[in-house]
């Protein structure tokens, strides 16, 4: 079965600095998506980014990238000129590819929360 | 447009009473999805239909019985829950469930339920 592992809790960062959030994850399937999805305090969970597996260019969104390692199984975002609205709960989540027995479940990380420091 | 509405926003019930949870998209997606989260933790999926038939119940009690009137518009009835049911409830769509690509789930704001 496949896992995601989000290793830090919390993070803090000041802002208009660069952060990086961690996320590994555990699977033998070859094609399968990651995606990172933000929840602010007003609770809704937001798309930031996703990745496509069997893209080697690491996605991008504005001031919101992705380094992803394959072969490490790491997917890690990084959140450039950090802004106080950039404060919220982070969730790494991996989806299979889709067939005939699978519904598009998302696996969620743990989650890390961000701080924006003023 | 990447909307998902619910309704209501906040709902406090006591063990006895029937209520019900509301979702909607206008989205043309032909798949969605509850969740319940609690504090600081990820979504657990509770539900999944696929045009408009349930594909996946994860062992959810009988209490939660989930309703997909249309396309557009999912339900969440909820009977004698308990006190450890209150939690943030969350409803998703996204294009086709049992598509290829990136087919991407999109989120509601939420129902924030307290059980008394």
């Known amino acids: 079965a496949q896992t995601v592992t989000q290793s830090q809790p919390e993070m803090s960062v000041q802002e208009a600095e660069t952060v990086t959030l961690s996320c590994t994850y555990d699977t033998s399937e070859s094609d399968y998506y990651l995606f990172w999805y933000k929840q602010p305090p007003s609770r809704q969970m937001i798309l930031v980014i996703r990745q496509e597996a069997y893209k080697q260019q690491n996605a991008t969104e504005n001031r919101f990238s992705v380094n992803f390692q394959k072969a490490a199984k790491s997917f890690s975002l990084k959140i450039s000129d950090s802004q106080l609205g950039d404060a919220a709960m982070y969730f790494c989540?991996?989806?299979?590819?889709?067939?005939?027995?699978?519904?598009?479940?998302?696996?969620f990380g743990q989650g890390t929360t961000l701080q924006v420091k003023p | 447009d990447t909307e998902v509405t619910q309704t209501p926003k906040h709902l406090v019930m006591g063990m006895t009473n029937k209520k019900s949870l509301k979702c909607e998209q206008h989205m043309g997606h032909r798949a969605m999805y509850w969740y319940k989260q609690k504090a600081k933790k990820p979504p657990e999926l509770m539900f999944v239909?696929?045009?408009?038939?349930?594909?996946i119940n994860e062992s959810v009690p009988s209490r939660f019985s989930p309703e997909c009137p249309n396309s557009s518009l999912l339900n969440l009835h909820l009977h004698a829950l308990q006190p450890e049911d209150s939690a943030l409830y969350l409803c998703a769509s996204s294009q086709d469930a049992s598509g290829g690509g990136t087919d991407t789930q999109y989120f509601g704001p939420g129902t924030r339920l307290t059980v008394l």
């Open positions: 239909y696929s045009y408009e038939k349930l594909s």
């Open positions: 989540a991996y989806r299979s590819p889709m067939d005939s027995s699978n519904t598009g479940k998302l696996i």
